[in-house]
Nanobody, 128 residues
């Protein structure tokens, strides 16, 4: 069982930056791939990026490549989403999610149904 808690959301101006955190409980956190997703009002939840259980692999949606960076601190059981050059259309609730990754292929990280555990989300509002 893994419990996830996101934090760091808030109001940011267009062009600004924000760092979100995803804190996990559970002794096996270091064996889980972590994905970040977001959901804007009236839209479907979409993939933002993911990091492998070891931190050795990452993947990003095309829309955020070069602006967003995911990292993890195994000692703190925390994964971070650094977001730069934010745009108003990126206003959304941001979620982190976990799926077991150790010993498995790094694939399908963008697929929502692949994830077993979800946080409650944190709101990010980008003002124009």
């Amino acid at each position: 069982q893994v419990q996830l808690v996101e934090s760091g959301g808030g109001l940011v101006q267009a062009g600004g930056s924000r760092r979100l955190s995803c804190a996990a409980s559970g002794r096996t956190f270091s064996s889980y791939n972590i994905g970040w997703f977001r959901q804007a009002p009236g839209k479907e939840r979409e993939f933002v990026g993911a990091i492998s259980w070891s931190g050795g692999a990452t993947s990003y949606a095309d829309s955020v490549k070069g602006r967003f960076t995911i990292s993890r601190d195994q000692a703190k059981n925390t994964v971070y989403l650094q977001m730069n050059s934010l745009e108003p259309e990126e206003t959304a609730v941001y979620y982190c999610a976990a799926r077991y990754g150790r010993g498995r292929n790094w694939e399908n990280e963008q697929t929502i149904t692949e994830y077993d555990y979800w946080g409650q989300g944190t709101q990010v509002t980008v003002s124009s």
